[in-house]
């Protein structure tokens, strides 16, 4: 996939931002992975490299040391039992290894390729990711979620210079992981919408052609949801080069607007809340999915309201507070000392009401959406993901709190 022929196309971009991202090469295809060592050395990759991975990961990667090796490279490992979530302690441990280090090769797209981003930004040195599975979109993002005492953070980081992915392992991949991509994709559709609202409502940055981008990947995903769990290479490579696309808008824009709304937050509640119980909570894209056929079902149902009447919002911030818990602090941050409905005017809203339907319905519908879901295999409802009732409940209520983002779930608060 030629990086730099999309790159093109986005130069002197209408929206006046300046749209960059720091990928080399992407090289995608069929047995590719004897060929690690070659692509990386003419990406200019010195010999000294960390090598990160999982017991899984590197089983999936067969062959990668061996290609590395023979290429020359003297790697220090850090392999892992099973690395479910990224964290900060684990960062420090990976950038400790980088010092005496010239790059860092992150073998898995999640948890892994999440540490060895920020681990690699903060020390600048180069990185490659060799994906063993397309089951989220994080490849090609700036940013990188880290959990820190059970509070997930997004930083700013770094994409990798390089990324391979040989369409043999990812045709390979379980089956949850490439239902977790197809969820993880579906949710742009709740993404874009509450792009645009906080666009019209606050004049947030907003860039059509990066939204139209994650659109027609989104798109081109929902039309082969019925091979997503087949073993075909191709399908495996589409899903793959769509999870990339719309990476590259989350790198094109610095944010992570294009890819992700007040699903992906809620999705991220749930996270937070099960980690201080001590539980670890399900895929990620798994988890979106799930997440964005809630939100959508909320969607629709405003948007079927043909005039609205809008107020203030006045939170009951103790109330929110105390379901935060030991989060509190770090929630309260965001929402001091104002939160972001203050700058919108009610009457804003209700002289905007068309347009933000219009909005809406611009996706397909939440039937259309879990149909896809059943055909691609994803699980549809909470009780698939271990989220209880309650927990669902209390995340529709107080997600939008957690970040300091303009959704229509945080809007639906001003509504009368
Ligand atoms: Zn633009
Ligand atoms: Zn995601």
Redesign the pocket.
């Known amino acids: 996939m030629d990086v730099q022929t999309i790159i093109q196309k ?1 130069q002197n ?5 300046e ?1 960059t991202v720091g990928i080399r090469e992407v090289a995608i295809g069929s047995g590719i992975t004897k060929d690690t060592g070659e692509i990386l050395k003419r990406n200019g990759f010195a010999p000294k490299l960390v090598f990160v991975a999982d017991e899984y990961t590197l089983r999936a990667a067969d062959g990668v040391l061996q290609s590395l090796e023979c290429a020359g490279y003297i790697l220090t490992k850090r392999i892992y039992g099973n690395l479910r979530t990224a964290e900060m302690k684990e960062v420090d441990a990976v950038k400790e290894l980088l010092r005496d280090n010239d790059g860092v090769i992150a073998v898995g797209t999640g948890s892994i390729h999440d540490t060895c981003r920020l681990a690699a930004a903060h020390l600048q040195k180069p990185l490659c990711l060799f994906a063993t599975a397309a089951s989220m979109d994080g490849f090609a993002s700036y940013n990188a979620p880290i959990t820190d005492n059970n509070f997930k953070i997004t930083y700013a980081a770094k994409t990798p210079e390089v990324i391979i992915a040989d369409t043999k392992i990812l045709a390979a991949a379980p089956e949850e992981l490439k239902s977790a991509g197809f969820g993880d994709m579906v949710g742009k559709y709740v993404g874009l919408i509450d792009w645009q609202v906080s666009h019209l409502l606050t004049g947030e940055y907003y ?4 939204a139209n981008l994650t659109r027609s990947a989104t798109d081109k995903i929902m039309s082969i949801a019925d091979k997503i769990l087949s073993r075909d290479e191709s399908a495996s490579k589409e899903v793959f080069k769509a999870l990339l696309l719309t990476g590259i808008g989350m790198a ?2 610095k944010t992570s607007r294009p890819a992700s709304g007040t699903e992906h937050i809620l999705s991220h509640y749930w996270e937070c809340m099960k980690l201080i119980d001590g539980h670890l909570s399900d895929f990620h894209g798994k988890k979106v999915g799930v997440a964005t056929l809630l939100i959508m079902e909320e969607y629709e149902k405003l948007a079927q309201l043909e005039h609205v009447k809008a107020k203030k919002e006045i939170p009951d911030w103790a109330d929110i507070y105390q379901n935060y818990g030991v989060l509190a602090d770090e929630v309260k941050k965001l929402n001091t000392p104002d939160t972001i409905t203050d700058e919108i005017e009610p009457k804003q809203i209700e002289e905007n009401w068309q347009t933000i339907r219009k909005i809406v319905q611009s996706v397909p519908s939440r039937a259309e959406i879990l149909s896809a879901m059943k055909r691609a295999g994803c699980a549809t409802t909470v009780g698939e993901i271990a989220v209880t009732e309650t927990l669902k409940e209390n995340g529709m209520k107080y997600h939008p709190y957690m970040r300091r983002r303009l959704s229509l779930m945080r809007l639906k608060n001003m509504l009368e």
């Open positions: 986005f971009c209408k929206c006046g931002k749209h860039c059509e052609n990066v094109f824009t």
